[in-house]
């Protein structure tokens, strides 16, 4: 499957879940994040792989029947989707607890990806187990406000925690007492690996954390900075953007008109939402880059080639709006995107059906993380998005989405409080971050993060030169780079040294190392 064919794959997959997000900034690309990570994760382009096609036959299909409510008396169960994949597993082997964050569980979660690699290498089994609230494990019967109550981070890691203590796996049923379970997570789900690691130490064996935004933030600008760290047209960028919000403060209502037409986004009633839709390409772009392959095009390269740059940054830099719009009306129109569906902030508000990773996310979000990405709060600073996308356009729709299920201001410090945020300390944690990720700000790797060594014999800090988000977990390919080869065989060695620790049944060395 060639490269373009790629990304149009994942690009559908985005959209059939964006359908269901509330805005784009953050939520549409907040909800690709998760999706887009691991879809590029678990999935390789080649023709003839069946992953892209692949459904769970019912056989495959294991349900577990989980408490609705750990953290009160209510006792009532729901049905938790997961699979499991045993390839691998030899008795004694550990078991790689793979959680899929905020989207829903698919069989190829046990099917592909680097997590097989990791399990060939120390005879693991593999088990994917579905976030509550997100795909088919739904503890309510829909997503009025009321119900949204049981979706927690301590619910989540609760979850976890009784599904390791009670759940009815026949290959490990003989010596379950001995069995060292590892959890594995990407993105959000890679702060559940990691929190599981520190409030269940007796369960949980070992984590395995990739790109994890650990510290919660309210005022996530500093997303923007590593985008135009990326981005050679930041510059470019930026002055468009200063231009369109020149008109978008302007007032003049027949200005603001033609300018969202020119973008093709003129069925958007609120300036915000308009702005809002501005950054979804850009940053996704940033967040997901991989690079071409051999006679492709780079992704980055082509995108800021749009501008063209020597024309339009003479006096008065003209020409930089026209280009973000056909740049604009391009995207739309490739990825066929539903503008209103997609990009309108209040549309959704009074849906409450069931099978809305979304809704699900920007709970979350209203409630413990926040993670507003927004213009920068002082006019000195670079902008690549609209001074219209700040904390009230993120965050008044809360309200109207939960009512008063929300308090607003969303505390962020309760959560950084009770799991410590970037200034986390655990042992057996292996962490990987992408150099060029814009969620590296708020995990261990952060600029303002403790200093870390690399690698001590209890924890590892790596940081994958030129990566992106959740780039580890993808599966191997010919085409990696070196340092990331290093650093996956690295966290082989690692997790294999660990559980030799606890006299774990390991194949022989040569059996994995060819494999990089």
């Known amino acids: 499957m ?38 590029q994760g678990f999935f390789d382009d080649d023709d003839n792989d069946p992953f892209f096609s692949l459904v769970a036959a ?21 049905r938790q ?60 019967p829909d997503l009025s406000p009321r119900n949204m109550r049981y979706l927690s981070v301590a619910q ?23 069995v060292r379970w590892i959890v594995v997570g990407g993105s959000y789900a890679a702060n559940l690996a990691v929190w599981m690691r520190l409030k269940y130490p007796d369960l949980v064996y070992a984590a395995y954390s990739s790109s994890g935004p650990v510290r919660a933030k309210y005022d996530f600008y500093e997303y923007d900075l590593m985008v135009g760290r990326r981005l050679p047209c930041a510059d470019a960028v930026a002055e468009a953007v200063r231009q369109i919000d020149e008109v978008l403060y302007s007032g003049d209502e027949s200005a603001i008109r ?59 830099s003209i020409g930089l709006v026209e280009s973000f719009a056909a740049l604009t009306k391009r995207y739309l129109a490739e990825k066929k ?13 009074n849906n ?27 006019s000195a600073m670079r902008s690549l998005r609209s001074r219209l996308v700040d904390i009230d356009y993120n965050e008044a729709p809360c309200r109207a989405y939960f009512g008063a299920q929300v308090s607003l201001p969303v505390d962020v410090s309760r959560i950084n409080r009770q799991y410590h945020g970037d200034q986390i300390e655990v042992t057996r944690v292996y962490y990987v971050n992408g150099e060029f990720d814009p969620w590296r700000y708020l995990s261990v790797s952060a600029p303002t993060a403790p200093p870390r060594a ?63």
């Not at 691998?88 to 979660?109: D, H, M």
């Open 58 to 78: 019912p056989e495959e299909e294991h349900w577990f029947q989980q408490r609705i409510d750990h953290l009160g008396f209510y006792r009532k169960t729901f």
């Open 337 to 349: 995107v539903k503008v209103l569906e997609t990009y309108d902030t209040y549309r959704n508000a």
């Open 352 to 378: 409450y059906t069931l099978d809305q990773s979304g809704r699900a996310w920007f709970y979350q979000t209203c409630t413990e993380f926040a993670y507003w990405q927004t213009a920068p709060p002082t």
């Open 81 to 140: 989707l997961y699979y499991v994949n045993d390839t691998y597993y030899r008795p004694g082997g550990p078991v790689y607890l793979y959680c899929p964050g905020e989207s829903a569980n698919k069989i190829s979660t046990v099917k592909s990806g680097f997590l097989l690699n990791l399990a060939e290498a120390t005879n693991g089994l593999v088990v994917s187990l579905e976030h509550r609230y997100y795909g088919r494990s739904n503890p309510v």
């Open 454 to 516: 690399p690698t001590t014999p209890d924890v590892h800090v790596r940081v994958i030169p030129g990566g992106s988000h959740c780039y580890d977990l993808r599966r191997p390919t010919d085409t990696d780079w070196d340092e990331l080869k290093e650093i996956r065989a690295d966290i082989i060695r690692t997790f294999r040294e660990w559980l030799s620790q606890k006299n774990t049944a390991l194949p022989e060395q040569d059996d994995w190392e060819s494999t990089f």
């Open 156 to 178: 989540a890691l609760a979850d976890m925690a009784h599904f390791i203590e009670t759940a009815e796996l026949p290959q490990i049923e003989k010596n379950r007492a001995d």
């Open 258 to 316: 033609d300018l969202k037409t020119a973008f093709g986004l003129e069925a958007l009633e609120r300036p915000a939402d308009f702005a809002g839709a501005l950054v979804d390409q850009m940053t996704s772009l940033v967040q997901y880059y991989a690079p071409p392959v051999a006679n492709k095009t780079d992704a980055v390269a082509d995108y800021c080639a749009a501008f063209n740059l020597n024309d339009n940054m003479g006096a008065g």
């Open 2 to 39: 060639n490269y373009q064919m790629f990304l149009a794959v994942v690009a559908l997959l985005c959209l059939q879940v964006v359908r269901h997000v509330v805005h784009a900034d953050p939520l549409a690309v907040r909800m690709v994040d998760d999706l887009v990570t691991f879809k």
